[in-house]
């Protein structure tokens, strides 16, 4: 069973980029596939990024496309998730999550293992 922790988080100015990790403790290479959601303070959990284990193909909610960029190092064990040109709603706890199928999906519930997540926070 995959333990996923983040880091990388933190307090930044709007405009600003941040490059949030996520290290798995099991080989990430042939199993996971990897993706990152959010949740904002009084609103649900939503799909931010998704890559296949391959690292060939990714997927972005429309609201980070251009600005996100989804990453992985399976050498490493490491999933990426670069974020630049900040705003403010950007603002959330950041959670990596890993599914055991080959495919990507947006859907909270396709992935089994999660991370404690991590605090992102962009000021105006």
């Known amino acids: 069973q995959a333990q996923l922790v983040e880091s990388g988080g933190g307090l930044v100015q709007a405009g600003d980029s941040l490059r949030l990790s996520c290290a798995a403790s099991?080989?990430?290479?042939?199993?996971?596939?990897m993706g990152w959601f959010r949740q904002a303070p009084g609103k649900e959990r939503e799909f931010v990024a998704a890559?296949?284990?391959?690292?060939?193909?990714?997927y972005y909610a429309d609201f980070v496309k251009g600005r996100f960029t989804v990453s992985r190092d399976n050498a490493e064990n490491r999933v990426y998730l670069q974020m630049t040109s900040l705003k403010p709603e950007d603002t959330a706890v950041y959670y990596c999550?890993?599914?055991?199928?080959?495919?990507?999906?947006?859907?909270?519930?396709?992935?089994?293992?999660w991370g404690q997540g991590i605090q992102v926070a962009v000021s105006s």
């Open positions: 999550a890993a599914r055991d199928g080959p495919l990507i999906s947006a859907r909270e519930d396709m992935y089994e293992y």
């Open positions: 099991e080989r990430t290479d042939t199993i996971y596939t």
């Open positions: 890559i296949e284990r391959s690292g060939h193909d990714t």
